[in-house]
Nanobody
Framework: VQLQASGGGLVQPGGSLRLSCTVS????????MGWYRQAPGKQRELVAT???????NYADSVKGRFSISRGNARNTVYLLMNSLRSEDTGVYYC?????????WGHGTQVTVSS
C-alpha cells in the first residue's frame, strides 16, 4: 500500500492551498483517512480526519479554515486550507486505515511566510 501526497508549497499568510493524497495498492475500503502535520521541533499532530461515511473531525486550531473531503473514487483524500497562518507551517502527512492497519505517506511541505 502506498500513499502519495501532493499540493504543498510556499504561500503567503491568508492564502490557500489544497493538498491531495491518493492511496494505491489496496482493493479494500479505507475506513478512515486523515491529515497530520509536524512543525519543526514539535510532535506530529492531528489536523483532520474523515471516515468512509464522510464524517469529519478537525483540530480546534484549523476549524473553520480547513476542509477535508474524499474523492468519488474513495481512495483519495483532500485538504483545502484557507486563511493560512505562519503557525500552519510544517510537513503534512496523510494516512489511511485499511482493515485496522494504518499506512502513512511521506509528507508534503507547507510553508506559510511573507
Amino acid at each position: 500500500v502506498q500513499l502519495q501526497a501532493s499540493g504543498g508549497g510556499l504561500v503567503q499568510p491568508g492564502g490557500s492551498l489544497r493538498l491531495s493524497c491518493t492511496v494505491s495498492g489496496s482493493s479494500f475500503d479505507m475506513s478512515l483517512m486523515g491529515w497530520y502535520r509536524q512543525a519543526p521541533g514539535k510532535q506530529r499532530e492531528l489536523v483532520a480526519t474523515i471516515t468512509s461515511g464522510r464524517y469529519s473531525n478537525y483540530a480546534d486550531s484549523v476549524k473553520g479554515r480547513f476542509s477535508i473531503s474524499r474523492g468519488n473514487a474513495r481512495n483519495t483524500v483532500y485538504l483545502l486550507m484557507n486563511s493560512l497562518r505562519s503557525e500552519d507551517t510544517g510537513v503534512y502527512y496523510c494516512n489511511a486505515v485499511i482493515r485496522s492497519l494504518t499506512f502513512w505517506g511521506h509528507g508534503t511541505q507547507v510553508t506559510v511566510s511573507s
